[in-house]
């Protein structure tokens, strides 16, 4: 069964500065991608980078990039010159190789950019 | 269409009635998936459809949780008898078929409160 965790509830930052949101999970796959998705208050689920797991090299997607850890099955989201437009709640979640689309989510972090 | 569309936005319902929420997918896109989001929650995985494939039924909650999807598009999520603990927002997204890192396009949501 896989499981994913995210121990920051609510997480705020000044505007133009980097906020790092954190994430483990937990498999016993061995094919599967791990993503970051985005729910700003229109609720609608945006993504916002995904992870191959057998790619080493951490994703990036202009602004935001992450810091994947494999062994300790971290998958980090990083968010540079916050703009306030990132205020949103951010899920990480995980899926196997075969079916990407079933995902396992972590709880969330509300993020909040602050002017 | 251009996106994925999902109605009502919004039903209040009373206990113990029956609602049904309707997904219109993405043309073209071959699986669908119903997700359920409780208040200040992650999402939760409830029915996968793939072409003409059975669905993998194997996240909805209780057998007062039903789904179809008609002609390879448009789906509708039925509960019957609803209770308290339904209230939800109820998600669904497309994707086109294969292995790989298909990506998923969610629809607003459909928010269900039971009185």
């Known amino acids: 069964a896989q499981t994913v965790t995210q121990s920051q509830p609510e997480m705020s930052v000044q505007e133009a500065e980097t906020v790092t949101l954190s994430c483990t999970y937990d498999?016993?796959?061995?094919?599967?991608?791990l993503f970051w998705y985005k729910q700003p208050p229109s609720r609608q689920m945006i993504l916002v980078i995904r992870?191959?797991?057998?790619?080493?090299q951490n994703a990036t997607e202009n602004r935001f990039s992450v810091n994947f850890q494999k062994a300790a099955k971290s998958f980090s989201l990083k968010i540079s010159d916050s703009q306030l437009g990132d205020t949103a709640m951010y899920f990480c979640?995980?899926?196997?190789?075969?079916?990407?689309?079933?995902?396992?989510f972590g709880q969330g972090t509300t993020l909040q950019v602050k002017p | 269409g251009a996106g994925v569309s999902q109605s009502p936005s919004n039903k209040v319902t009373e206990k113990g009635k029956d609602v049904e929420l309707r997904c219109d997918p993405i043309s073209g896109h071959t699986a669908l998936y119903w997700y359920r989001q409780s208040l200040g929650q992650g999402l939760e995985f409830l029915i996968y459809?793939?072409?003409?494939?059975?669905?993998?039924k194997s996240g909805l909650p209780s057998d007062r949780f039903s789904a179809e999807r008609t002609g390879g598009s448009v789906s509708t999520l039925t509960i019957q008898r609803t209770q308290q603990e339904d209230s939800a927002v109820y998600l669904c997204?497309?994707?086109?078929?294969?292995?790989?890192?298909?990506?998923?396009?969610f629809g607003a949501g459909s928010r269900l409160t039971v009185l």
């Open positions: 992870q191959e797991a057998y790619k080493q």
């Open positions: 997204a497309s994707s086109s078929a294969g292995v790989g890192a298909n990506v998923l396009t």
């Open positions: 498999t016993s796959e061995n094919n599967y991608y």
């Open positions: 459809f793939q072409g003409n494939s059975a669905p993998d």
């Open positions: 979640a995980s899926a196997i190789r075969s079916n990407t689309g079933k995902l396992i």
